[in-house]
Nanobody, 125 residues
């Protein structure tokens, strides 16, 4: 069992930056792929980024490639998402999640079995 708590969201102007954090409890954090997803009002939850247990493999959605960076610190049981050059279309609730897998990064939400409560990111134009 693992519990995930996101923080770091907020209101920011277009072009700004935020650093989202996800604190995990439980001993299994370092063993699995971790991911970030987001959900805008009226839209389905979508994949943003994910990282393998070692940090050696990282994947990004095309829409955030080059602007977002995913990082994990297994010693601190914490996952981060550095979000730069924010756009109004990045406005959403951002969720961290733990995958069922160790090294294989898959994008469907069904591949993730633990979720945080989310943190709101709002980007004004």
């Amino acid at each position: 069992q693992v519990q995930l708590v996101e923080s770091g969201g907020g209101l920011v102007q277009a072009g700004g930056s935020l650093r989202l954090s996800c604190a995990a409890s439980g001993r299994t954090f370092g063993y699995y792929v971790m991911g970030w997803f987001r959900q805008a009002p009226g839209k389905e939850r979508e994949f943003v980024s994910a990282i393998s247990w070692s940090g050696g493999d990282r994947r990004y959605a095309d829409s955030v490639e080059g602007r977002f960076t995913i990082i994990r610190d297994n010693a601190k049981n914490t996952l981060y998402l550095q979000v730069n050059s924010l756009k109004p279309e990045d406005t959403a609730v951002y969720y961290c999640a733990q995958s069922k897998r160790v090294n294989t990064i898959l994008r469907p939400t069904t591949e993730y079995n633990y979720w945080g409560q989310g943190t709101q990111v709002t980007v004004s134009s």
